[in-house]
Nanobody, 118 residues
């Protein structure tokens, strides 16, 4: 069974940075979009950033200018560089990899906790 391995979460102070990464445990085919979502306690899961295989990106308004999503297609890995972190960024962050070959499927990571607190 394929698993998405996430890493990079942790506890930081406001203004600090973290870098999340996510990669599948084995080959999953051709990946189209890669994305990061987050879910804070009592809130719905929301899209934080997304990147297509063509390199087009979308960001949640509240993270624009602070977060950067990138991907390494050779490693099937997606990254989320988070700078100038704020307490409101505290959440569990999930990656999602969407394939279109050999099948259309969405793979989700198990989630990694990001806590921003002084």
């Amino acid at each position: 069974q394929v698993q998405l391995v996430e890493s990079g979460g942790g506890l930081v102070q406001p203004g600090e940075s973290l870098r999340l990464s996510c990669a599948p445990s084995r080959s999953i085919g051709i990946i189209n979009a890669m994305g990061w979502y987050r879910q804070a306690p009592g809130k719905e899961r929301e899209l934080v950033a997304r990147i297509t295989n063509g390199g087009n990106t979308d960001y949640l308004d509240s993270v624009k200018g602070r977060f950067t999503i990138s991907r390494d297609n050779a490693k099937n890995t997606v990254y989320l560089q988070m700078n100038s972190l704020k307490p409101e960024d505290t959440a569990v962050y999930y990656c999602k990899l969407s394939t279109f070959y050999p099948r259309r499927y969405d793979y989700w990571g198990q989630g990694t906790q990001v806590t921003v607190s002084s």
